[in-house]
């Protein structure tokens, strides 16, 4: 495989997983495009790499991680808001909604809860992958995961 | 065992559990358990087909920079940044990444991605780790169950060396030598997107591989019936063109009959629509070679949602009957690990193939790499040079893995084409995250990808259509036009987005590109802008293929000139006004910035009157309930 089909292949979720780990717009396209850069440049040199995918998610988890801590300051994670719980039957939910507001839904919510559901849902990783690429536990990524697939859930029980 | 709780049952779907074995053997045996698993994943493919439609920023390609520069903007920005949030409550330490203690090494998730993937097996793995920018040592978290060893080198440290009792082939990174340039010019982090205009003073030759699959199409219809838009990702123009059968006659000698037909272009009068019509020769019945067929079926667990497996087996007791009893089948399965279940049968022994069918049950998670292996194994034991060599895998795609069949497997399936193993793929199921990597794997096998998502559709496939789906006329078939920048002033080709091939490489015959059955028709249109008054040849089409059995490259052209250019849309033929129609409702879809002005009532008009006098009602009553649905569902111009 070669550079150029790695960065088109698994650029989305590079950003991704910078992002959910910087929940920060701007900075995550930046830090992204630095953890590619990384990526090309070992694809340069003599680099063995027989998993590609759990390759990367570290490159891009580690360059996230990095930039989050070479800042002199601690940044206040927001914290997503607190989620009440959906009185809908679960599945009826999800099943019964057009695709369309699912998606505006997917869009309007907070930064940290929408990226680990595109990366679940859009990127279709694993749960020990998504728990790799932001350096948590399973049942700590499980935990991410499920708090906002229940936010989602409340979120499409409002009035459109 | 009593029924776990709605969140393991979440957990398990979704791959969160450490351990599911117990968990998994209790939903196997429990109906109930089952139904809330499968409404669960009825609610995930939901889910999945909006985030696919959440747009990410692009990642604009940028200038390639010297390392120091690099690191000096980024360090600068983080600064900039870091005091944009400084708050009154900060810690005084900066966090460390959550779960590694920097400059330790952390294996976590024993065997977890290894397991989740079903890809790498063994107990020893070798990891070196990746070192920050500034040097600073930072732990890495692979899944690692062996020591991990520390590597300090700047940038020659990002390696992962995996070793174990199945090492992989090495994959080919840029070669040493080259200086690295950044990200290319032209990279975008998104589909194919839509061909753009060229300009025939720059570029006056277009080449793409042949394309028979009509999945896209069948795929967006099931969508639609279901109500919802289909994502414009799954939407591949040529596939929907080319589920329609028109009259284009098979060639009186030869392989291929070439038509061209040029009229106005449905969107601007002021441009015109080119149709080249391929249609391969037929083939009789019995002019055809036994096959050998290895079915390779994945009874996954999400294989039981909507009754997708039971599709299968209802296609396979069909696909018996049509074929002879000399052919003969193989019967392999996957799920977390693959098997064979049968040797290579002769359909007179029918009993024993349903025998190993009908009982299959879904199960575990999708390892589609090693049933591959195992199938096309297979598949090498039954080879018989003198036959038709085929397997035939059944999936809904790879579940929860996203595209991630090695690039070693695809090179394997290559090399097994080469040698007279073709591949059919047959799409079951929604989602079309599964979607990508069904294609290309029908793309790498020499193959074909059609979508099943009826019995219906099942006996289309393996009843009319069943000799174009196991037999083959033409083996990497290639087209190029080639426009006379006198005449034509810019070309697009509408559709065949991934099917391209450089211009230099119609005449490389190593090259791989589409296979072609028995009395397929392919459709290519291009929307070109005419010269004024312009007078002579307008394009030459070529079409280069290798002829099965003699192994012969073969190349036939067709040329067109300004004087048969047809004055308006409507004197077009009835297989020209179909197509267009056809292709303006696929450009809908994709949301193609030429079809924003599109008016899907007018487009069903054009399809209702093309079909009828071409004699294919039912064709044409199923093109309009989708425009319908499609109108209600608010795409195309408001009329």
């Not at chain 1, 360059?63 to 002199?72: M, N, P, V």
């Not at chain 2, 998730?109 to 070192?131: I, M, T, W």
Request: with cysteine; glycine share 6%.
């Amino acid at each position: 495989m070669d550079w150029r089909s790695v960065a088109s292949r698994y650029g989305d979720r590079v950003f991704l997983v910078v992002r959910s780990i910087l929940r920060d717009d701007t900075l995550a396209l930046d830090v992204s495009q630095e953890a590619l850069l990384k990526i090309g440049q070992a694809l340069n040199g003599h680099t063995r790499v027989e998993d590609y995918e759990s390759w990367i998610l570290t490159i891009a988890g580690n360059t996230a991680r990095d930039a989050l801590r070479r800042q002199t300051r601690r940044r206040e994670v927001p914290i997503d808001e607190t989620v009440a719980e959906a009185r809908v039957p679960e599945d009826a939910l999800l099943k019964g909604e057009s695709i369309e507001r699912l998606t505006r839904t997917l869009e309007a919510m907070p930064s940290a809860s929408r990226d680990v559901l595109l990366l679940k849902f859009r990127e279709g990783l694993s749960g020990p992958q998504i728990a790799q690429a932001l350096g948590i536990s399973l049942s700590a990524a499980w935990q991410q995961l499920s708090r906002a697939m229940k936010l989602l859930k409340s979120k499409l029980t409002e009035k459109p | 065992m009593s029924c776990p709780t709605n969140e393991t049952l979440e957990r398990l779907a979704l791959g969160f559990l450490d351990d599911e074995r117990d968990v998994r053997k209790h939903t196997d045996a429990c109906a109930e358990c089952a139904k809330t698993l499968s409404h669960m994943r009825t609610g995930h493919e939901a889910l999945t087909a909006a985030a696919k439609r959440v747009k990410l920023p692009s990642l604009a390609p940028r200038r390639p920079l010297s390392r120091p520069h690099v690191w000096a903007i980024a360090a600068g920005l983080l600064v900039v940044v870091g005091l944009v949030f400084v708050t009154p409550h900060h810690s005084p330490e900066p966090p460390a990444p959550p779960g590694i203690a920097p400059g330790t090494v952390a294996a976590v998730e024993k065997d977890g991605l290894a397991a989740a993937k079903g890809e790498l097996r063994g107990p020893a793995r070798e990891v070196n780790l990746l070192n920050s920018v500034d040097g600073d040592p930072v732990g890495a978290t692979l899944p690692a169950t062996g020591l991990a060893s520390r590597n300090r080198g700047l940038y020659d440290s990002t390696g992962v060396t995996l070793g174990g009792k199945r090492p992989m082939p090495e994959p080919k990174p840029a070669p040493p030598d080259k200086p690295f340039t950044g990200l290319p010019g032209d990279m975008t982090f998104k589909n194919p997107g839509v061909n753009p205009t060229t300009d025939t003073a720059k570029e006056a030759t277009s080449t793409f591989a042949l394309d028979v699959d009509t999945a896209s199409y069948t795929l967006a219809r099931k969508y639609l019936r279901e109500g919802n838009v289909p994502p414009a990702d799954a939407i591949r123009v040529e596939e929907f063109v080319n589920y329609f059968r028109y009259h284009d006659e098979a060639p009186p000698v030869g392989t291929f009959a070439i038509r061209l037909e040029a009229a106005p272009s449905p969107y601007d009068e002021s441009m015109h629509l080119l149709r080249v019509g391929i249609r391969a020769k037929d083939l009789k019945a019995k002019e055809r070679k036994d096959v050998v067929l290895t079915l390779l079926i994945d009874v996954s667990g999400s294989m039981a949602s909507g009754g997708r497996l039971e599709l299968v087996k209802k296609s396979v007791r069909f696909l018996l009957e049509k074929l002879r009893p000399t052919d003969k089948i193989a019967v392999c399965t996957f799920t977390t690990y693959a098997r064979k279940l049968l040797d290579a049968t002769p359909v007179s022994e029918k009993e024993k193939i349903l025998a190993a069918v009908d009982p299959l049950t879904p199960q575990n998670s999708t390892n589609v790499k090693e049933g591959l292996e195992v199938a096309y194994k297979a598949a090498s034991d039954a080879f018989d040079a003198k036959l038709t060599n085929r397997v035939m895998l059944f999936s809904d795609g790879v579940a929860n893995t996203g595209d991630t069949v090695p690039e070693s497997m695809l090179d394997a399936i290559s090399r097994d084409a080469a040698r007279g193993i073709f591949l059919t793929v047959m799409g079951v199921g929604m989602g079309n995250f599964n979607d990508k990597i069904l294609e290309t794997l029908a793309n790498k096998g020499n193959g074909n990808y059609a979508y099943i998502d009826t019995f219906d559709e099942a006996k289309k496939a393996f009843g009319e259509r069943l000799l174009g789906t196991l037999d083959i006329v033409a083996i990497d078939a290639k087209l190029q036009a080639e426009f006379d920048p006198a005449t034509v002033a810019t070309f697009r080709l509408v559709g065949y987005e991934n099917r391209h091939v450089a211009n230099q490489d119609f005449r490389n015959d190593k090259v791989d590109a589409g296979e072609v059955g028995p009395g397929h028709q392919v459709t290519a249109l291009y929307e070109i802008r005419l010269k004024p008054d312009t007078k002579g040849r307008l394009v030459t089409v070529r079409i280069r293929f290798k002829e099965p059995g003699t192994n012969e490259m073969i190349e036939d052209q067709q040329s067109i000139s300004a004087a048969q250019v047809l004055p308006k849309l409507k004197d077009a033929s009835p297989s020209f006004r179909l197509a267009s129609a056809v292709m303006q409702f696929a450009e809908v879809l994709r949301g193609s910035p030429r079809a924003k002005e599109v008016s899907l009532e007018r487009v069903a008009d054009e399809a209702k009157f093309a079909a009828r006098e071409m004699d294919r009602q039912a064709d044409a009553d199923e093109f309009l309930e989708l425009v319908k649905i499609a109108r209600d569902l608010k795409l195309g111009r408001r009329d």
